[in-house]
């Protein structure tokens, strides 16, 4: 066994490294007098943590972003980081990667915040990057990306990364008008005149869309529609998202409306200052993608409100152009629905018109056809749009009609016919057949003239990158030919390279790969030709490849690795660092097989979980996967395919992630089911082995949502216990139930265990009287209800902002493609409705709420940032909703200790929260205290009964069912013993009435009033 404290060294190495060698981390660790054994196991246990990447020709490794970032949080929470850095510097290999490591970690030279603030501000008032100002940019951001928020600077990364997608935006924009543009003037008219035409319906957005051919001119298309309008003076902002780019995520909606804000800003200079500082701000919070924080609803409308200024009113047209939807689709069936909800949203904030336009190959949105206004599909070019593209060739025009008749309207087609009429014009009229071979020959081998070379091409073409060597080592063993000689393999690479309508150079300019629209073309047709032969040329080439050192050779010995597996071949071994270098397109052609364990590998979905119709136990990594990465939406649809649910084994793969999706996504009671069969079949304790990080989290939050003393009094006396716990938490601390039943329980044991959002519930209440009101809470309340309170240090007002901290609010947010609310939204929206006519802010009333609210955020949102969740959750729960009543007693719970009450000593066997004041919380006090004050408080109490019981059948249910007879009970024990409302407060919240009728029942049952 190696030591601990070696492998640390090993590590903290690492994090302040950027790419090095296994021999240069042991040697700056001091680690090279070690015996064999233990140097092998040091360097295995640490590449576990690495990517390996190829880095100036040499195999290297580099720490996996998340990895780095916990071991430097770990340095810093032990103020060990700045004695690591300093050794760092005197350590072999510390070089430019590593010194900017370092400055970034203490804000100074180019990473000093007053450095980075001036380079942004001088970049984006420059209308273009030049290549000297992109390289800092990527610099920069590559350093700050891998270093987190420990690094000072961190908060500049989304301004850098702006930077860095305006240039590309602008790029794109210089040359798509240029690019393979195919005429389509009336197909330009639909655009201008949907473009110009009210949206009759805000809800739902629909769009045109705009579908073809690859090379058709979809996105020239749009341009050029563009172009018009503007040249017409019409007031037009267009914002434009590009799918193929990895930055725009549906996971992320601030972050598209972030995208958007910026966009907007830069066409609305003068009416965007405000919309700027406020994008600017949000940028510098942390998101996590998926996360389902309630905070990030209200980040949405205050950018809408702000979007509203910039774009002048209902005076402007905002068109949104959603371009290769193809690509966003590939992320995932149920993402176009998830972008369309977040348009949705931005109309409802926005009365400016909104239109749509999309732009995608095949049926990017088969799954959402509502959404579709208008359907332009662009099935292939018409006569005179192809004559138009001849007449700027050298074709003879006596050839044209030919050439159109065998191109059938397909843009590749007609380049690729058109060439080869070029060179040989008899060749249109040969009666070649129509194998996939006859075609391969007759079009694509006649410029190479060796009969040898022309051969070997037959497999060679669809190497994914050719190059001269490859020719001459590779090409004969694929065709079993005789070697060319190197002038021979020469010449064929070079007469290869003249064809620039098939062909692109590599970026290192020493290689070829065939164009991506004609790869989806001809591959098809290559693996059907070559069937039997085409999976050993690709195990062959995959071996080729692998001995290879240049930059492209390990991506390309992937690729034909799993195109091997077409045949009976060996799955090939896959690192991450490659598997993230193949794209969209390149994944596309790989067989179902590989794709499956590619994207299993990126830790995306399997292509076989989207196409399958019904669930498999092999769905279990998808659904796990899936739930990692906060893709609720692809997670859903994985779940709904599932049949027999309540049958899975619960100590199995799928019964495990089915049990972790029904917790996280409040299905609160089947989950539980499923934990108690366990028990029953193998006790308490699991295989911690066994379980994905957040099947561990989960099992933890079931554990102590239902067991709060037990699970802290285990914590407290088994430090393994507690060692496993601390480390799940911290490595999915983003997770916000980590901070409900669990958080509590651990906030109960010791100052070493993790606490969150909790720590600043605990210090508001270290002086109740004059209670610290944590700032995040208050905030989400002021935004919400700007003059519900005006005092924060007022310990009602305290105690609303700690219950807006709430985390129960997460298994309740709606479902991404679950296409109905569940029964309980409708009921919230008819409670909120009810109390924004309630004028008593501390007993609930909105009265203060924006009448838009209800309309543009989630009920749950609302109820939740107004610090009104638990008391809510209890008057639904009356009602039979077994999910709603488990999550409502944790949320009643978390709201008790945010208004002040302490739990006893955990090791005792009371474990029950300690009063705040006359035996009830500051809540409860405060809102007797408002009824008690006002003029009126038997009016002022019926008026709260009424707001609070506007959920369907409450009123007949206090009037009527067994809630009467505890009213009853407590109006008798008042006039045999006496005693004030508070007693009566008292004798309510122990025979658990809900929360907010509490307040308004004391006061009556006090007055000994009829209800």
Partial sequence: MTDDGDF???????????????????????????????????????????????????????????????????????????????????????????????????????????????????????????EADVEPIERIATTLERLGELAPGHKMLPRFYGLLNREADDTRRDTILTDRFQGRAVQIDDIVDWIKTTNPSRFPTQCLLIRGLPGIGKSALLEAAYQRLRSQGLNIVMVRFDFDRPVLDVLDPVGLTLELARQVAIQTPERAGDLKAKRLAIASEQRIKGSRDTRFDLQETQLSDLLQDALGGASATLLIVLDTLEALRGRGLSHPYQLFEWIDRLARGVSTNIRVIAAGRGEPLQEIPDRIGKDADLSGLLDNEMDEILSKSDVNPNLWSEIRNQADGNPMMLRIIAEMAKDDPSSLYEKGGQSARAFLNRWLFARLHDPNIRRMAEHGLFLREISVDAIATLWPKLANAPAPTSSEAQQAYQELAEMTWLFNRTPSDHGLRMRAEFRRLLLPKYYTAFARSAPKSDRMSATWFGRRRTAESDVDALY?????????????????????????????????????????????????????????????????????????????????????????????????????????????????????????????????????????????????????????????????????????????????????????????????????????????????????????????????????????????????????LTPYSEPLRDMPGERSDRPAMSELRALIKALQQLPLPINGGLESLDPRSLERLNPVSILSEAGLLAEALGMIAFFGNRDIKLIARGAEYWRKFAAGRYPTDPEKSNFRLRGWRYGVDATLWHRIRELEDHADPISASKA?????????????????????????????????????????ARLLSQMNVPTALIPPLAILLFANVDL
């Fill in 944 to 984: 709260c009964l009424v707001a609070w019981l506007s959920v369907d059948h409450a009123h007949d249910f206090l009037l009527f069912g067994h809630l009467a007879e505890k009213t009853e009970r407590v109006r008798a024990n008042l006039q045999q013993k006496g005693g004030d409302a508070f007693a009566a």
């Fill in 560 to 804: 034909h690795g799993l195109q091997a597996l077409r045949g009976r071949g060996k799955p090939p071994a896959i690192k991450a660092e490659t598997a993230y270098r193949l794209d969209e397109e390149t994944i596309s052609e790989l067989p179902v097989i590989g794709q499956d364990m590619l994207r299993l590998t990126r830790h995306e979905r399997s292509e076989s979980s989207r196409s399958a119709a019904f669930g498999t136990e092999r769905f279990a990594v998808d659904l796990s996967l899936m739930m990692e990465r906060g893709d609720w939406g692809e997670a859903f649809d994985i779940y709904s395919k599932i049949g027999d649910r309540d049958r899975l084994d619960p100590t199995g793969d799928l019964g495990r992630a089915v049990r972790t999706f029904e917790w996280k996504t409040g299905r609160w009671a089947t989950a539980l089911r499923s934990l108690r069969r366990q028990d029953r079949m193998i006790g308490t304790d699991i295989e911690w082995g066994h379980y994905r990080p957040i099947e561990a989290l989960v099992y933890l939050e079931m554990r102590a949502e239902f067991g709060v003393s037990s699970f802290a009094v285990r914590v407290i006396n088994e430090p393994e216990f507690r060692s496993r716990v601390t480390e799940t938490v911290y490595r999915l601390r983003g997770a916000e139930m980590t901070f409900g039943g669990l958080g509590l329980a651990l906030n109960f044991t010791s100052a070493d265990t993790p606490r969150g959002q909790l720590l600043d519930i605990n210090l508001c209440w270290e002086e109740p009287k004059s209670p610290k009101v944590p700032q995040i809470g208050w905030q989400r309340i002021q935004q919400l209800l700007p003059r519900a309170f005006e005092d924060p240090y007022n310990p009602a007002a305290s105690a609303r902002a700690c219950a807006a």
């Fill in 8 to 130: 640390s060294k090993m590590m903290q190495f690492a994090a302040l490294s950027g790419a090095f060698s296994p021999a240069t981390a042991l040697h700056a660790a001091d680690l090279l007098n070690l015996r064999p054994t233990e140097v092998s196991e040091i360097a295995s246990r640490l590449s576990e943590l690495c990517d390996v990447i190829h880095f100036d020709g040499k195999e290297q490794w580099l720490l996996k972003r998340n990895e780095r970032q916990w071991i430097l949080n770990s340095l810093s929470k032990r103020h060990g980081l700045i004695n690591a850095m300093y050794m760092r510097r005197s350590q072999i290999g510390f070089n430019q990667e590593a010194k900017y490591l370092g400055s970034a970690l203490s804000g100074v030279q180019d990473f000093a915040i007053d450095a980075l603030e001036t380079l942004a501000a001088r970049l984006e008032r420059s209308t273009r990057l030049s």
